[in-house]
């Protein structure tokens, strides 16, 4: 049973991934055939898969280079803005361990930079990320328990920020659920946005009204104060307004459906991504804005999606790895040179 269990979510992700990119794969090669008796619909009708593949990606390549460079730039200047907020989790994590002082900002963000950086990636962001913020972390004199609570609020608040701009998604675009869940009405849909704006209120009702705390054992689990949900209102959605933004800059005019659509698709996407454990969301994210946004172009979505996972997810990755070795090789010589003494 164990070992049905280790295996179940990694088997869900793995059908995800391929069910996805099959879907993904015959938007895209429906998309680039064009209209039927077309020069490009004769090349593909009889292509091989390698061949459509490149045929593909040379449609692709050709979206990439449509976007302006402003577009490039301030995909760029979103993905900043998304990081920064990010770093501000650790920072309000560690305001509500009272753990700030000897703790600089250069530190926390730089520490939050790699940590989503490299769960992002492989997924499974609350053990890959609290691997490295317990490296990180126990270096400045955090304990073990600490740094459980420390990764469990930076989720809680990425939670808190998806709940909140999701609910507001509801209620002014109940549409975007009708491709996923055609059988939900429209007011059924308003009607959940609204309960989930509700929930990120009663949270904060609970730290006004200073619940008690929660105690297991020698373990007290104390509800966040409102120093903490106030910074949690700000940054959670400060994060998730970059990240989609990064996906809407480089979206061409026509037929954009504007960014409370483009931030529905991302959080819905985003998330199945999470949910499934695939890393990156890949070929997750992808068909499910397809599915969101049937009006623009395949290739186009494709396109904004590849700008994104540039600037989100691989140059982070990229510049994060050196991080992580010139850490890992600093403490090694603080342990040598405190081991001489």
């Known amino acids: 049973m164990k070992r049905i269990k280790d295996l179940f979510w990694p088997l869900v992700g793995i059908i995800a991934v391929g069910w996805s990119l099959k879907i993904l794969y015959s938007k895209l090669r429906i998309e680039a ?3 039927a008796g077309s020069a490009s619909w004769k090349a593909l009708e009889n292509a091989g898969l390698l061949e459509s593949l490149g045929i593909i990606a040379a449609q692709i ?3 990439l280079g449509a ?14 803005f998304a990081y920064w907020a990010l770093a501000w989790y650790d920072r309000i994590a560690l305001i509500h361990l009272n753990r700030t002082k000897g703790i600089s900002w250069l530190f926390i963000t730089v520490c939050s930079f790699v940590t989503y950086a490299i769960s992002h990636n492989i997924g499974g962001s609350v053990f890959s990320g609290g691997m490295v913020r317990y490296r990180a972390y126990t270096s400045k004199g955090l304990s073990p328990a600490e740094v459980a609570v420390l990764v469990a609020l930076c ?14 998604v509801l209620v002014y675009e109940p549409e975007i659920v009708q491709p996923l869940a055609p059988w939900m009405s429209l007011a059924m849909t308003r009607l959940i ?20 705390p929660m105690v297991i054992r020698n373990f007290k689990l104390e509800y966040p104060r409102l120093n903490v949900v106030w910074r949690q209102w700000i940054a959670a959605p400060m994060e998730l307004l970059g990240a989609a933004g990064i996906i809407y800059f480089v979206l061409p005019d026509a037929g954009n459906p504007g960014f409370m659509v483009v931030l529905g698709a991302f959080l819905l996407s985003f998330s199945a991504g999470l949910l499934f454990q695939v890393p990156g969301g890949i070929g997750v994210m992808e068909a499910v804005f397809l599915k969101v946004m049937p009006g623009m172009p395949a290739t186009e979505v494709f396109a904004a999606l590849l700008v994104w996972r540039l600037c989100y997810l691989i140059i982070p990755l990229a510049v994060s790895l050196p991080i992580v070795l010139a850490f890992e090789k600093a403490q090694l010589r603080l342990k040598k040179e405190q081991g001489g003494q």
Do not use: R
């Not at 989720?155 to 998806?162: D, I, K, W």
């Not at 946005?193 to 008690?212: D, R």
């Open 33 to 35: 055939a064009g209209e």
């Open 61 to 63: 390549g050709q979206k």
């Open 193 to 212: 946005g609204f309960g989930m704006i509700a929930f990120c209120v009663i949270y904060t009702l609970g730290s006004w009204l200073q619940f008690k």
């Open 67 to 80: 976007i302006p460079l402003s577009g490039y730039l301030l995909a760029v200047g979103a993905t900043l």
């Open 155 to 168: 989720s809680f608040t990425f939670g808190f920020g998806t709940i909140l701009l999701g609910g507001v």
